[in-house]
């Protein structure tokens, strides 16, 4: 049974196509970028359990996106497969009609779950990782794990078909600069496809500043000047990565450049926190609360019209403003693992 369709544009003639879903603010990493230590260390207060939207609760609101216009659901965090029952709410939403489902993951847990994931009706996943080089992951990520880890949840994905696998870098001046090259050799010619993510100043909490930021632009000619790449256009609209192929034919790679070269005028996104906020921009201080209306025991209608009179007043660019004019202050935005990155 397909779901009736009535779009929603924002201010901007912007569809809302992408809901990104965080069903859980907790990690087994600390990334120094986004969970930094010193924040997120045993003081910090985690929501609690009974905060968390509710696997009833997550998939009658995909619904509800879905017939506003979603089509593509993308499960993160957190660490997503820190959610227990993960794999229930895939299948869950898998069986909403004309929803492509990927995941976000630092694909620690995905040797013990991607097969089950897969089997729910998981389409593709992204796995995160910084560094080949065992000191530099671990101080990035500030953890005793090894990468062979990391790269064990890579070939755990591919084996069970959630494929092309993405792997995101993020890259920051200094710290895994020396990394970019033996990354695309490694992932070169591999079928999975690599992605360089410029370090954004999401949060309030990790410091950033503009000096750091490996741009798009370098990150390209640190690769191009050993393995030619040529650009390949994009293949929707709202994709976020500029993508590149490798001229001897071993495949493609991903830049995004969302400091250097945003993207806000294709942006499709909305973003769903663990206990039910509805955010319109990555970079936004306060969402709208769903779960309050849910638990008021709004109907699917209400709902839908709570969501469309959100994305109708939705005006967001942060990223083509940033150092441009004033922009809110840091210590309001809230963080990229409580919104879903
Ligand atoms: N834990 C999962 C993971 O790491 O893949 C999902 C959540 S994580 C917040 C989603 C993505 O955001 C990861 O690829 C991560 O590298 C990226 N990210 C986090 N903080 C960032 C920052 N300050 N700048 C750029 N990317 C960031
Ligand atoms: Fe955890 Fe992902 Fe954030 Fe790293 S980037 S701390 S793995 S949520
Ligand atoms: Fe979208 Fe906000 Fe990022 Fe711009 S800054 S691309 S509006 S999430």
Redesign the pocket.
């Known amino acids: 049974m397909t779901i009736p369709v009535q779009p929603v544009l924002d201010r901007r003639h912007r569809p809302l196509r992408d809901l990104r879903i965080?069903v859980t603010d907790r990690?087994n990493?600390r990334?120094r970028?986004?969970m930094p230590r010193e924040h997120f260390g045993p003081g910090h207060r985690y929501l609690d359990a009974a905060d968390l939207l509710t696997f009833d609760d997550i998939t009658r609101l995909a619904r509800v996106f879905a017939s506003l216009g979603v089509r593509k659901i993308r499960l993160?965090?957190?660490?997503?497969l820190l959610r227990r029952g993960i794999a229930d709410l895939v299948a869950r939403l898998a069986a909403t009609p004309g929803l492509d489902l990927a995941m976000?993951?630092?694909?620690l847990l995905l040797p013990t779950l991607a097969e089950r994931l897969a089997e729910a009706g998981l389409r593709r996943v992204?796995?995160?990782l910084?560094s080949l080089d065992d000191t530099v992951f671990r101080a990035v990520a500030d953890t005793p794990v090894p990468v062979r880890r990391v790269l064990e949840g890579v070939d755990a994905a591919a084996r069970a078909g959630l494929t092309p696998v993405k792997v995101?870098?993020?890259v920051k001046r200094g710290v895994n600069d020396g990394c970019v090259l033996p990354m695309a050799e490694r992932f070169r010619g591999s079928g999975h496809i690599l992605r360089f993510?410029?370090?954004?100043?999401?949060?309030a909490t990790?410091e950033?500043q503009l000096g750091e930021v490996l741009t798009a632009a370098e990150i390209v000619r640190m690769i191009d000047d050993r393995h030619p790449l040529e650009p390949v256009s994009a293949s929707h609209s709202g994709e976020v990565a500029t993508r590149y192929r490798y001229r001897d034919g071993a495949g493609e790679i991903g830049v995004i450049g969302?400091v250097t070269r945003p993207f806000c005028g294709d942006c499709t996104r909305a973003r769903l926190s663990a206990d039910g906020k509805v955010h319109t921009c990555l970079f936004s201080s306060g969402g709208t609360d769903l779960r309050a209306l849910l638990r008021a025991g709004a109907s699917d209608e209400e709902l839908g019209t709570a969501v469309r009179a959100i994305w109708d007043a939705r005006e967001d660019g942060y990223s083509e403003l940033r150092g441009r004019r004033r922009t809110r202050s840091r210590e309001d935005r809230v963080e990229?693992?409580y919104i879903?990155?």
């Open positions: 965080s990690c990493l990334c970028y986004c993160t965090g957190g660490e997503p976000t993951t630092n694909g992204t796995v995160s910084d995101n870098m993020v993510i410029e370090y954004m100043d999401v949060g990790n950033w969302s990229m693992s879903g990155g």
